[in-house]
């Protein structure tokens, strides 16, 4: 995957467009400053941010109160569990037509027939709101994997510690915040690079729900980068695009590498 | 006494009422699959259940080649990973060197990038060596992504084998091949056999390459169930019949290796 990469950044300063091969030549920055002119470019990057915001989240808050109550326990967990991690088996362009035609859908959708159960108008969920669409089928693809490594951990929290505190007469809010969340820190990190690293090309749901549209209100760096590159076939720009994503993976992973890293010398 | 059975009473129905919701688009997709066109538009319980959406998928497309070609997918780049991550885990685990641990960080860190970075030179390569469209490009790059995860993964299962025990049977003259069939293969398959599971699950879900590298001859069941994305007519049960079927035995796979996902995708950073 290196030689790729180092591809990506050769195209990124030269001239390169498929359907015009007599146009070719080293470019400099031109392409970044292409990129940074394309209407398209600020949405998309903004896009980028929302969408990954919004998951990490909706994923990470969600995650970690079941996690705890999970924790916990109840009758019939182990099997409970296992509906809850369901949804990260789903590839994604099944989740994504499920929801998009089977719950979203404006008339016939379970959510409309819910809304007008209590006498509420349908949403046109894709129309009205395509990003929180998106938004919130992602979270659900992405919610179980968040739980499983936040449950994993709580799972090594020492016992001891926990009731110690509960001797001492700490409450359960106490708890939460000054045992249970130091605790998930590091878990936490590490879903939030791993999903950030992943949401940063999610590319089908978008291409098979709403196309990137309506106009760029859909559109992320991973389309923008698959319509500018194989849809316009301008490789040059395009691979401007992918660098730029590069960079963005790359920050997030130098904190999980760390993290790695230490547990490879030995604590681990 | 009362308060404290009202409190755990709480706790199943938050439980499991989360569970249930969390679970009912795949609940509603399954009990679809059963329904006729005309009954899957209307948000009926109780229908006569019918497998009419199944004989359809068949009748209408070549529903086994997609399956076939995932099939492919999955199975060979485990196995190309596998070729690759058992040697190369070998050597690192048993006759570590100096760099061994910084070779390591570096593999994974190749994982750090995604994949649109590279999207446009693999299509590019891959059209020019006739690798479009062609279910033996996919597994290479299917397998080039999940190799990471792979040598990893077999390294640390490696690394739990004490080498006292390896050294014991080369010292009995065993050679490398015995040593590797009878001493190692049996203490590290467990460990094999759950990050086989990982890898299978990953492939066969993978969506970003297939869809850009494959449309027709070469595409597996993702591309097939992408194409509902620009229905004609009534068509969400045979939506469902052919996601539940596309769906089903991964899941069932994921609900196998669900303990060893953990420390697979996150690289061991939580176990």
């Known amino acids: 995957m290196i030689v790729p990469l180092g591809m990506t950044i050769y195209f990124s300063f030269i001239r390169y467009i498929l359907v015009n091969p007599d146009a070719k030549g080293f470019v ?19 896009n980028t941010v929302v969408l990954i915001g919004s998951v990490l989240a909706i994923t990470l808050v969600l995650g970690t109160l079941m996690a705890v109550l999970y924790g916990r326990g109840f009758p019939g967990r182990n099997v409970a569990l296992l509906l809850v991690i369901a949804p990260f088996f789903v590839m994604p362009t099944v989740s994504a037509l499920v929801w998009k035609n089977m719950i979203m859908h404006p008339v016939y959708g379970l959510l409309a027939r819910g809304f007008a159960l209590i ?7 894709f129309g009205a709101h395509p990003m929180m669409s998106i938004i919130i089928i992602l979270s659900w693809e992405w919610f179980p994997f968040a739980f499983l490594v936040l449950y994993t951990s709580l799972k090594s929290l020492d016992q001891e510690q926990t009731e110690a505190a509960v001797i001492d007469g700490a409450n359960s809010v106490q708890l939460f915040l000054r045992i249970i969340i130091p605790h998930l820190k590091r878990a936490m990190g590490v879903v ?3 999903e950030t690293i ?3 090309s999610i590319f089908a749901e978008i291409h098979i729900t709403t196309s990137g549209g309506p106009g760029t209100a859909t559109t992320n760096i991973a389309y923008l980068v698959y319509s500018l590159g194989l849809q316009q076939f301008d490789v040059g720009i395009g691979s401007a695009g992918g660098i730029l994503a590069v960079v963005v993976a790359n920050v997030a992973a130098l904190f999980l590498l760390r993290i790695t890293a230490k547990s490879l010398r030995g604590d681990g | 006494m009362e308060a404290r059975r009202l409190k755990s009473l709480a706790f199943v129905i938050l439980g499991w009422g989360t569970a249930l919701a969390i679970f009912f688009p795949i609940f509603w997709m399954g009990l679809t699959a059963f329904k006729t066109e005309q009954q899957a538009y209307a948000p009926g319980l109780l229908f006569p259940p019918t497998l009419d959406s199944f004989r359809e998928v068949f009748a209408r497309s070549n529903y086994l080649a997609f399956a076939l070609n995932s099939i492919y997918l999955s199975v060979g780049s485990t196995l190309i990973c596998f070729a690759l991550a058992i040697p190369a885990a070998y050597r690192m685990a048993f006759f570590p060197t100096k760099r061994t641990q910084s070779t390591l960080v570096w593999m994974l860190s190749t994982k750090m990038m995604p994949s649109v970075g590279v999207l446009l030179p693999v299509y590019l390569l891959s059209r020019d060596l006739g690798m ?18 792979a040598v990893w993964m077999t390294y640390t299962y490696f690394c739990e084998i004490p080498a006292p025990i390896l050294e014991a049977a080369r010292v009995d003259g065993a050679g490398i091949l015995t040593e590797i069939r009878h001493v190692l293969a049996p203490m590290a398959l467990p460990g094999i056999a759950s990050t086989a599971l990982l890898l299978i699950i990953l492939s066969w879900n993978e969506a970003f390459w297939s869809i850009n590298l494959t449309s027709a001859k070469a595409a597996p069941l993702t591309v097939f169930i992408a194409a509902y994305s620009s229905p004609e007519g009534l068509f969400w049960a045979k939506l469902s019949a052919a996601s539940l079927l596309a769906v089903a035995p991964i899941m069932a796979m994921g609900w196998l290796a669900q303990k060893q996902l953990v420390s697979g995708l996150t690289f061991g950073a939580v176990k």
Do not use: E, H, T
């Open chain 1, 28 to 46: 400099g920055l031109d392409n970044y400053r292409f990129l940074w002119k394309d209407p398209s470019f600020v949405p998309a990057v903004l």
């Open chain 2, 132 to 149: 479009l469209d062609n279910i033996w490009g996919l597994i290479a790059i299917s397998a080039l992504m999940n190799l990471p995860i």
């Open chain 1, 192 to 194: 939030i690079m791993i």
């Open chain 1, 198 to 200: 992943f949401l940063l």
């Open chain 1, 119 to 125: 006498g509420q108008p349908p949403v046109d969920w």
